[in-house]
Every structure is written in structure tokens, then in C-alpha cells.
């Protein structure tokens, strides 16, 4: 693979479910520019990220990753983002988070953060607070949130471009 002048690192994964896209293969290489993104996919175990193929090379589009789990009907889903929503609230986009009941919950050590950024990240009512961890409640399904990811992606490539 090419790569530009500024450090970039190439990530193998194996694709366990393809929502969008024709992809035979059973794992892709795709590039890797920011560091933030190579660190969220090192502290995940499955992820949803969305990825452009440019000069025959998958990239990484930048921020484009949420963490998923599966829930008791076997579907992938993600908990609710603070995030997430508040780009809906700027686009006014009308997706709702569901109660949703993960095969393996998804916890989150709270440790490092204040009790302000714990309120706005993880609030009461989509998460369970038990010590200094937040247990996911509430959350979107995949396709729910490829919806609102590729209106997103959509919309910042036309602020990009003008």
C-alpha cells in the first residue's frame, strides 16, 4: 500500500458482518491517519467503521467508528453516544435509542471522568450507574446508525469541499 508522507498504519480485521458495500473477502487492510482512531479500535472488541476506497486502497474515514455489541436476538447494536445524539439534534435527525438487551453488557469505567462529563456522557436515563462504572441500557441498532453515520460523513465532506 502507498502512503502519504504523514504516519499512517495499516489494520487487518476480520469483517464478521458487511451492512453496506461488496466486499468478498473475509478480513480487509484499510489505513489508519489518526492516532485517536488507532486507539478506539485497540480498546474495542467489535467495531462499525466506515471506510472509502481511494486509489484502490481502503481508508479509514476519520471519527467514523462506534463500538458494537450483540444483543439477545443475535443484531449489533451500539449504546447510546452523547456524541451521536447531538449531531441528530443538529441535523434534526428522528432516531430514537431502544431499550436494548446486550448478550454481553457494555461497561464503561467512569474513573477518569467528572461527575459533569459523567452526566452529559452517560445519563441516568440510558445507562445504569453502579459505582464507577456505566452499564449501557439503552442504545441504536447498526442500521439505524449507518443512516445517521453516512449523513454525517455526507454533510462534512460538503462542508470540506466548499
Same mark, same amino acid.
Given at each position: 500500500m502507498r502512503h502519504s508522507s504523514k504516519q499512517m498504519n495499516v489494520a487487518? !480485521?476480520?469483517i464478521l458482518k458487511l451492512f453496506q458495500g461488496n466486499i468478498?473477502? =473475509?478480513q480487509i487492510s484499510f489505513v489508519i491517519s489518526e492516532k485517536n482512531d488507532?486507539?478506539? *479500535?485497540?480498546? +474495542? @472488541? +467489535?467495531? *462499525? %467503521?466506515? *471506510? %472509502?476506497e481511494k486509489n484502490g486502497e481502503y481508508q479509514l474515514l476519520r @471519527?467514523?467508528?462506534t463500538d458494537v455489541f450483540l444483543t439477545k436476538k443475535d443484531?449489533? /447494536?451500539s449504546p447510546y453516544s !452523547?456524541?451521536? !445524539?447531538k449531531f441528530f439534534?443538529? !441535523?434534526h435527525i428522528e432516531i430514537e435509542p431502544h431499550k436494548i438487551k446486550f448478550k454481553e453488557k457494555p461497561i464503561y469505567d467512569l474513573n477518569n471522568y467528572t461527575p459533569e462529563s459523567i452526566t452529559k456522557r452517560y445519563p441516568s436515563h440510558y445507562y =445504569? %450507574? @453502579?459505582? @464507577?462504572? /456505566?452499564i449501557a441500557i439503552y442504545g441504536n441498532y447498526v442500521e439505524d446508525l449507518i443512516e445517521v453515520k453516512m449523513k454525517e460523513i455526507l454533510e462534512t465532506m460538503q462542508h470540506t469541499s466548499n
Amino acid at each position: 500500500m502507498r502512503h502519504s508522507s504523514k504516519q499512517m498504519n495499516v489494520a487487518t !480485521y476480520k469483517i464478521l458482518k458487511l451492512f453496506q458495500g461488496n466486499i468478498e473477502e =473475509k478480513q480487509i487492510s484499510f489505513v489508519i491517519s489518526e492516532k485517536n482512531d488507532k486507539t478506539y *479500535l485497540l480498546s +474495542h @472488541n +467489535h467495531v *462499525l %467503521i466506515f *471506510l %472509502i476506497e481511494k486509489n484502490g486502497e481502503y481508508q479509514l474515514l476519520r @471519527n467514523q467508528l462506534t463500538d458494537v455489541f450483540l444483543t439477545k436476538k443475535d443484531r449489533w /447494536a451500539s449504546p447510546y453516544s !452523547y456524541e451521536d !445524539y447531538k449531531f441528530f439534534r443538529k !441535523y434534526h435527525i428522528e432516531i430514537e435509542p431502544h431499550k436494548i438487551k446486550f448478550k454481553e453488557k457494555p461497561i464503561y469505567d467512569l474513573n477518569n471522568y467528572t461527575p459533569e462529563s459523567i452526566t452529559k456522557r452517560y445519563p441516568s436515563h440510558y445507562y =445504569k %450507574i @453502579n459505582k @464507577n462504572k /456505566a452499564i449501557a441500557i439503552y442504545g441504536n441498532y447498526v442500521e439505524d446508525l449507518i443512516e445517521v453515520k453516512m449523513k454525517e460523513i455526507l454533510e462534512t465532506m460538503q462542508h470540506t469541499s466548499n
